[in-house]
Structures are given as structure tokens and as C-alpha cells.
């Protein structure tokens, strides 16, 4: 049998234990010749051998510190040979010579051999064990038969009986040795298990979009994900664990806990979450028991359960984009088919205008024109909305003076309410172009505007739209409305299709803002951020758009960030 006992030689359990048993032998070396030293102090340095007994002890304490020093970092391999012989081969051979030269009846040096064996068991294989033993039983005979031994038979049986005991202790102590270090590698890889589904875990949880949350039986949090910290208005730097409040807007979440404590079976509940001065925020809660209590009991661990925490409003818009979706697909199917007729009434149209030569006639022909164009481009949009990619057929987009763009689509917004239409206009971009369709962003401001006008407040300068040139040079635009911040659950889902804090809103209002910028190189943001008025620091919403600049200022970088 070749199973080593301890691990490879390079191992750390392997090189903690040849230095342990390096140190061993420097500590029984200087124990032997201390007691030498002290027997030949009291009066037996008469004794024939004496001073060959000490030369030996303290040959053997040499060896022994010259191995500890130079040999402690570089463990033998457990095979049997030749590099055994600095330490099991001294000791065997000194401890012999130790025995030999004692006189008869005087200090018995043979359970030292224990030393030696004890090194091959652990740190070698079996063969080396039960060959250290083979080795130290014929020292003990080679000892029987050394002449002035005393009685044969008696040290023959007593040699026998001792070199029986070293093989024994061999066997065992090899068996015993390769067990535990079995028992370590298992728990070694069990740790590397426990490790990597720790790792495993704790990234699913940061990365999942729905809250997850390990409770105890009091309700106390142990362990939270970003979404789950966010879905509880827990700030992730306050860190874990805290406890639900029994009173707070969470009660029937920490009563749910309880419930499948006490059950031990999964529970589920659909529940209304309503913090201060925010709309109610719908949950559905699944929780799950780790395991029951009396395995809990058995494992000695401590019971604990698994929330799952799923926003409702994400549930439902999911369910509203796979509906709106097939709508999507339809209306694509009839934009594409509207395309035909629409090209032969526009031609028709071309034709009937070439005929006609009265004024009227002519222009109603131009009337017919028009929004056959305008019907053209409404389609088309329904078509690329649909594909939901930039289009690139399309001939790119003339330079359009930003300002003079803005101010045009303000006006003309505001003409339709003047009354509640007000808002305070900063344009400090007069001189620069953007590339960008002209309509397109009109619909896109104007899509801005109307969400703003929707949440801001009464004053007169609740609503401020401004351009502005960035320091690397880029035009922007800005929409600022002093509304009430937006849920977290709602922010992380702005600009996603079909996703609307409203129920009778479609979602794709912001979605088709951000195609459009897209589609024409730009980039729209939203930040919460504050602006001095004349009342004073006003916290509101702002919508940014940061656009490709014609001319020179079109080399800027293209991953430049918008400024609040």
C-alpha cells in the first residue's frame, strides 16, 4: 500500500508536521544528553562506555539541530529511499548504538524508537512505517544477542514482544494519519464548496432583479439584496442586519414571517406597501422556510427563511408589454400595408395637380399632399417603433440651430394653453447646430414638456426649459419641473417600453424619446437635482438631452456625460 498519510510533500499540513517532529527530535536529542550530562555528574562516569555514550547523545543532538535548520523546509518525499536516512536512518541507528553501549541494567533507550516510528507512520507510507519497524526490531535483537545482554531467552521474548508492539503501533498510526487527512481533504473541498456557492450566491442576489431578503424568526434581516434594500427604503451602506418594524408599513411582511415559522410550510401574499408621502407600492411576498425546526434542531443550526419580494407594477407592465407587443407587431403589419395606398394617392395626387389649373383645385391638391406626407412619416415611425432600432436607410439629418428649434416648439406648445402653459426659458446656446430631424425633435420636446406640465406645480417658474453648451463642447437641452421625486422601483424602469406609473398611460412616451435620440446620436438622462429660483433652492426633475453638434463641436467624445 502506497496511500500516503499526511498530504504531498508541498502541502502546509504536510510542512507543519516534518518541522513539528524536526523540533521533536532537537527537544528529545537535548533531553538525552542533558540526562547524560547529569548521570555522569552524580557519579557514573566510572562506568565503562560512559563517555562513548555521551559522544553519541551528542552526535545525535548535532544532527538532529543541523536537520532542523537546513532540512525544515524541504520535506522528503513519504516514498521510501535513501533521503530518509538524515532523520529516521540517525535515529534508528543512534538509538541502536545508544542501547548497545548502556551497561546491563542501566537507562533502557528503546522507547525512543518510538520517535522514528511515529515520523514514518505519519509522514510516509505503510511500507516505510512497517519497514522504520522492521528496522528498530532487529536493533533489538541484534541487542538480545549482543554478549553480556543478560539472559537470552528472556531479551529474545522481550524483543520479539516489543517489535510486535512496533508493528502494531505502525499499522495503526499510518491508518489513523491517512484517515484525518482524508477527513481534511473532504472538509478542505467542502470548504471550497461552501466558498464557491457562497460566491455563486451573493452574485445571483446582487444581480436579481426581484428583492430577496434571509430573515430570522424575530424578523431581523441577515442578509439583503440591492433590490430588496431598495424595495425597504434601506440605504445599502446602513447594512444588515436590522429588523422590520412591527408597526411600521411592513407589519404584515414581519407577520407573514411568523406565519411560515410557525407553519413551516411556504407562504404567499399579495400586500399594499405605503410609505409617507409616497403612492402605495404593491407587493407580492413568497416565503420560504430553510427547514423545519426540528431538522434545524438536528443540524444545530438556526432556523431561517427565504422572502422573495415582487413588484406588481413590474408584473403587470410585463404582462402589458407582452399584450402591447403583439399590438405592435399588428400595427406594423397594417403601417406596411398602409404604405401602398398611400404612394398611389400621393401619386395620383401629382397627377391630378398637373391637370388642374384652377387656384382652388390646386390648392386642395397641396392640402391632399401634405398629409399624405404627414401619414407617410407617421408610419414610418409606427414601423421603426416597432422594429425598435435606429434605422439606417434613412438619409442623415440636417444641422438644425438648436435654439431657434427650441423656442419655435415652445411657442407653439404653449400657444395651445397660455394660461397654464408657463414656464421660465434660458436658451444659451445661440450659436450652435445639432444634427437632428427637425420633427423628430419636436417630438421629442414636446413629449418632455407634456410630462413635465403633468407633475409640476403651481408657481410660475415650476417649469424651466434651457440649452446650454457643455465644456467639451456639446449643445444640450433641459427640462426642470419642481414634481415630486420619482419611486426608486419607477426610475430603474424610465425609459423601458410599456412601463408607466400611470394605468391609463401606454409607457411609450420617454421609450420613443430615447429611440429617437438614439437614432440621431444623442443621449437623454433623467436626474433629480436642485435649481436656485428667485424662491429660494428648489428640488425638482430633470430631463437631459445631450446632442451631436454640427460643425467643429461634432469630434467631441462620444462618451461624454451629462451634466445636471
Known amino acids: 500500500m502506497a496511500e500516503r498519510a499526511a498530504g504531498t510533500p508541498g502541502s502546509p499540513s504536510f510542512l507543519r508536521l516534518w518541522q513539528g517532529f524536526l523540533t521533536a527530535r532537537v527537544m528529545v536529542a537535548l533531553a538525552l544528553l542533558v540526562l547524560l550530562v547529569l548521570g555522569n555528574a552524580v557519579g557514573q562516569a566510572s562506568q565503562p562506555g560512559q563517555p562513548l555514550l555521551l559522544a553519541c547523545a551528542a552526535a545525535y543532538f548535532l544532527a538532529a539541530v543541523l536537520l532542523r535548520i537546513f532540512g525544515a523546509g524541504a520535506p522528503p518525499p513519504p516514498q521510501p529511499g535513501l533521503h530518509w536516512l538524515p532523520s529516521i536512518g540517525v535515529d534508528v541507528l543512534l538509538i541502536g548504538v545508544l542501547q548497545a553501549l548502556q551497561p546491563s541494567g542501566a537507562m533502557n533507550f528503546t522507547p525512543l524508537f518510538g520517535l522514528p516510528l511515529l515520523l514514518a507512520s505519519v509522514l510516509g507510507t505503510l511500507t516505510l512505517a512497517l519497514g522504520t519497524a522492521a528496522g528498530a526490531t532487529l536493533m533489538l535483537l541484534a541487542w538480545a544477542m549482543w554478549p553480556g545482554a543478560g539472559d537470552g531467552a528472556t531479551q529474545y521474548l522481550q524483543a520479539a514482544l516489543t517489535g510486535t508492539g512496533y508493528f502494531l503501533v505502525a499499522y495503526l498510526a499510518h491508518q489513523l494519519a491517512a484517515r484525518l487527512t482524508s477527513e481534511q481533504r473532504v472538509a478542505h473541498l467542502s470548504q471550497v464548496d461552501a466558498r464557491t456557492q457562497r460566491a455563486v450566491s451573493a452574485l445571483v442576489m446582487q444581480h436579481v432583479d426581484d428583492g430577496v431578503l434571509v430573515l430570522d424568526s424575530a424578523g431581523t434581516v441577515r442578509l439583503a439584496n440591492p433590490a430588496?434594500?431598495?424595495?425597504?427604503?434601506?440605504?445599502?451602506?446602513?447594512?444588515?442586519?436590522?429588523?422590520?418594524?412591527?408597526?411600521?408599513?411592513?407589519?404584515?411582511?414581519?407577520?407573514?414571517?411568523?406565519?411560515?415559522?410557525?407553519l413551516q410550510v411556504p407562504q404567499t401574499l399579495d400586500v399594499n406597501i405605503a410609505h409617507e408621502g409616497q403612492s402605495p407600492m404593491a407587493l407580492r411576498?413568497?416565503?420560504?422556510?430553510?427547514?423545519?425546526?426540528?431538522?434545524?434542531?438536528?443540524a444545530d443550526d438556526e432556523p431561517l427563511c427565504v422572502m422573495f419580494l415582487h413588484d406588481l407594477r413590474e408584473m403587470q407592465a410585463r404582462l402589458r408589454t407582452e399584450k402591447l407587443a403583439a399590438m405592435g407587431r399588428m400595427s406594423a403589419a397594417v403601417a406596411h400595408?398602409?404604405?401602398?395606398?398611400?404612394?398611389?394617392?400621393?401619386?395620383?395626387?401629382?397627377?391630378?395637380?398637373?391637370?388642374?389649373?384652377?387656384?382652388?383645385h390646386r390648392r386642395l391638391t397641396a392640402l391632399v399632399r401634405q398629409n399624405v406626407e404627414r401619414l407617410v412619416r407617421i408610419t414610418e415611425d409606427v414601423l421603426d417603433i416597432a422594429r425598435v432600432q435606429q434605422v439606417s436607410d434613412r438619409p442623415p439629418a440636417a444641422a438644425v440651430p438648436l435654439d431657434t428649434a427650441v423656442r419655435q416648439i415652445w411657442l407653439d406648445w404653449q400657444a395651445h394653453d397660455p394660461a397654464r402653459r408657463r414656464a421660465t426659458l434660458a436658451l444659451n446656446a445661440p450659436r450652435m447646430s445639432v444634427v437632428f430631424d427637425a420633427e423628430h425633435l419636436r417630438r421629442v420636446l414636446t413629449n418632455l414638456l407634456d410630462n413635465a406640465l403633468r407633475y409640476m406645480g403651481p408657481h410660475d417658474d415650476s417649469l424651466c426649459l434651457s440649452t446650454r453648451i457643455t465644456p467639451a463642447g456639446r449643445a444640450g437641452l433641459q427640462v426642470w419641473s419642481d414634481g415630486a421625486p420619482l419611486d426608486k422601483s419607477v426610475e430603474r424602469h424610465l425609459f423601458e417600453p410599456f412601463f408607466s406609473s400611470e394605468s391609463r398611460s401606454s409607457g411609450l412616451g420617454l421609450y420613443i424619446c430615447r429611440e429617437l435620440c438614439q437614432r440621431h446620436g444623442a443621449s437623454i438622462g433623467y436626474q433629480r437635482g436642485t435649481r436656485r429660483l428667485a424662491r429660494g433652492e428648489v428640488p425638482g426633475n430633470a430631463f437631459s438631452v445631450l446632442f451631436r453638434s454640427a460643425g467643429p463641436a461634432d469630434a467631441a467624445a462620444p462618451f461624454d456625460t451629462m451634466q445636471p
Open 228 to 262: 430588496a434594500l431598495l424595495l425597504l427604503e434601506q440605504e445599502a451602506a446602513a447594512g444588515v442586519p436590522f429588523t422590520l418594524s412591527v408597526r411600521g408599513a411592513w407589519a404584515p411582511v414581519l407577520h407573514l414571517v411568523r406565519e411560515t415559522f410557525a
Open 285 to 298: 411576498v413568497r416565503c420560504w422556510p430553510t427547514h423545519t425546526r426540528a431538522a434545524a434542531r438536528e
Open 337 to 360: 400595408e398602409i404604405r401602398n395606398p398611400l404612394a398611389a394617392i400621393s401619386q395620383a395626387g401629382q397627377l391630378l395637380d398637373e391637370d388642374l389649373t384652377d387656384p382652388g
